[in-house]
């Protein structure tokens, strides 16, 4: 069977079907590092974020357990790295100015 709609009915259909349909997702909470490298950390490498950032800021690091900590498993051993994203923009916004962003890797 075949069904054949008018331009008209199309129009309509897509009416009612355009409010069910969502084309943007909600940013999720927890990201891993590489995904959100460009984004939050202006694409320094894993290493460079790990040292300048994770090491140089260990109150970022959940395992020491500070209240407003972003990062689970900060240098990647044995599990991947993760971002939780609320807190970690807050703070990079307000850590802007005391990262070294030109600081060159050892």
Do not use: C
């Not at 939780?84 to 005391?98: F, I």
């Amino acid at each position: 069977m075949e069904l054949k709609l008018s331009d008209v009915d199309l129009q309509a259909l897509a009416e009612q079907i355009a409010p069910l349909i969502t084309t943007t997702q909600a940013d999720p909470d927890w990201v891993k590092l590489e995904d959100i490298r460009a984004d939050l950390f202006a694409g320094k490498a894993k290493s460079w974020i790990r040292l300048y950032i994770f090491d140089q800021f260990p109150e970022v690091q959940i395992e020491n357990s500070d209240k407003k900590a972003w990062v689970v498993g900060a240098h990647g051993t044995g599990k991947v790295t993760k971002i939780y994203l609320p807190y970690a923009r807050a703070w990079m916004h307000e850590h802007h100015d005391d990262i070294d962003w030109t600081a060159k890797m050892p």
